[in-house]
């Protein structure tokens, strides 16, 4: 208890005069005092304003609130808990609570792609960062759009940001070692990032926000161990020894701190470390006063100072379990190079893979895009009208009348490529309905053991994969002309969905 109103700056009067060295404000020596033990003490008066406020907020929480806490910063909270029920349920709360309080940015968004705001597993990352308070939620996805039409431009707003988007600067910076995501959790199976501040306190604003959302929205929260968990934060000092440290100013913290708190990530833990050697701790009393205002009640309370050396502040950490052997700096306060970006390259790693399976799925050779002989694919006679031997039979002259004679006037021309949607010998036996088919079987086990919602984000993934190649989905018009034209995406969404069930059925009954 004295040790924890020690860090939080609670220590009564009646208090003091169990530590004796806090009592002294005449400047001499008591003998035998250890002198770590004095800078902690003079550390601790200089940081006072700030670990005030962190004992304060702490103690406005009540006492279970307060327990989480302290489990969280000591590695035994626990992870989210949630069902498939209660998701559906939040799910159409979180719907209904958008069309009431939509913005400018949202509406631009859901006119460019409307798929990717409505998309559940990108609104269920905006609910699990704020524990499922549907309406904290919803505003921070407003407030996510809106700062990422402003640093990236309107046109990106509605779809991911990728490398591509970076200029030079802003690669510079990723590779400057700014971030450092541990390899190995911590004791709670958590996500370790470090920002690394002799990096972070000569950066352009811009700049920083660019790569701060590439790193947390493409590499971190898409993670579901840290959207379930929470990430453990690690603010690390690495000015030199008499160093002059550039502090960025409160205009920069305040935007910065505006855009990082709209990100859908959850901070269960953060460390501020700090040598009181290499800096002016007073200076840097006032500067985290202000910038951990700014956090969210959270997060806040879950923040503590870690004091001393590296070997020092290390061993702090490690008492809040995180592990030592990913420690991006050595105990002489020496950089890592040997792991330092080591996370990066995986993540490339995983582009270039992502990428290349990508390219055998849509190659020219590929299912998708090879005439497949309606006798390969295992649909019965009720599906198709016609005997399997009959279809078989007929061949590629079967497809081609079925293609030419689904041709009108007006509208579009389906293509060999094209899915239609409808009923009908013909439709079913459209070229691109075939190749349809049999691209569907590779995901069909899948999809099968899918959970519900895991099941339609299937859905939208492959739609979103087979629309970037071209494929269009096509169905008539309502006027009885026969005219096709391109379906909704939601319509498409349905053609895989219905598929799908229809696999699993013949399947089953073979």
């Known amino acids: ?94 719907d209904q609570i958008v069309r009431q309080v939509k913005t400018p940015f949202y509406e631009m968004a859901v006119i460019q792609n409307r798929e990717h705001v409505e998309d559940p597993s990108f609104r269920l990352r905006f609910l699990r960062c704020n524990m499922y308070n549907v309406h904290l939620s919803v505003r921070q996805m407003m407030d996510y759009l809106k700062y990422k039409a402003t640093y990236f431009g309107e046109d990106k707003v509605a779809r991911e940001i990728t490398l591509d988007d970076f200029n030079d600067e802003d690669m510079e910076l990723l590779m400057a070692g700014l971030y450092h995501i541990q390899k190995e959790t911590d004791r709670s199976g958590r996500v370790v990032v470090y920002l690394m501040t002799d990096v972070f306190a000569r950066c352009k604003i811009e700049n920083l926000i660019h790569v701060a959302h590439y790193v947390w929205n493409n590499i971190l929260i898409p993670m579901h161990n840290v959207q379930m968990k929470g990430i453990c934060f690690v603010y690390y000092d690495m000015t030199k020894q008499g160093e002059k440290y550039a502090m960025p100013g409160l205009n920069f913290m305040r935007t910065l701190t505006k855009v990082l708190m709209s990100f859908p990530l959850r901070y269960s833990a953060i460390h501020l470390c700090l040598n009181p050697e290499r800096r002016d701790l007073a200076l840097t009393n006032s500067f985290f006063s202000y910038t951990i205002k700014r956090f969210s009640n959270y997060a806040g309370v879950r923040t503590r100072l870690q004091y001393g050396s590296d070997m020092e502040v290390q061993y702090a950490l490690r008492s809040h379990g995180v592990p030592e052997k990913g420690f991006p700096v050595d105990a002489d306060g020496n950089i890592r190079k040997d792991i330092m970006n080591e996370w990066l390259y995986r993540h490339k790693e995983e582009i270039e893979a992502k990428k290349q399976h990508r390219n055998v799925l849509l190659a020219p050779h590929a299912s998708l895009h090879q005439p497949v002989e309606y006798s390969n694919l295992g649909h019965n006679a009720q599906e198709s009208g016609l005997e399997p031997s009959a279809a078989a039979a007929a061949g590629t002259e079967q497809r ?63 739609v979103n994969l087979l629309r970037g190649r071209g494929v269009r989905f096509l169905k008539q018009t309502d006027t009885g002309t026969g005219e096709w034209i391109e379906s909704s995406f939601e319509d498409a969404e349905k053609k895989v969905g219905q598929l799908f069930r229809t696999l699993r059925k013949l399947r089953n009954q073979a």
């Not at 009108?408 to 459209?430: A, C, F, K, Y």
């Open 400 to 462: 081609q009348f079925a293609t030419t004679n689904l041709r009108t006037e007006g509208g579009i021309n389906p293509s060999p490529q094209d899915v239609l949607l409808g009923r009908g010998w013909r439709v079913q036996n459209h070229e691109g309905n075939i190749r349809f088919r049999s691209f569907l079987e590779k995901y069909s086990d899948d999809y099968d053991t899918a959970a519900r919602l895991r099941k339609r984000q299937l859905a939208v993934e492959l």
């Open 1 to 94: 208890i004295m040790a924890s109103s020690m860090q939080y700056g609670d220590v009564s009067q009646s208090d003091k005069s169990c530590l004796p060295c806090l009592d002294r404000n005449d400047g001499s020596k008591e003998p035998g005092l250890p002198v770590q033990q004095k800078r902690t003490v003079q550390t601790w008066d200089e940081m006072k304003q700030t670990e005030d406020y962190l004992a304060a907020e702490l103690y406005k929480l009540s006492v279970q609130e307060r327990a989480k806490a302290m489990d969280d910063i000591h590695c035994l909270g626990e992870e989210l808990k949630e069902t498939p029920e209660m998701v559906e349920k939040l799910l159409e709360e979180f």
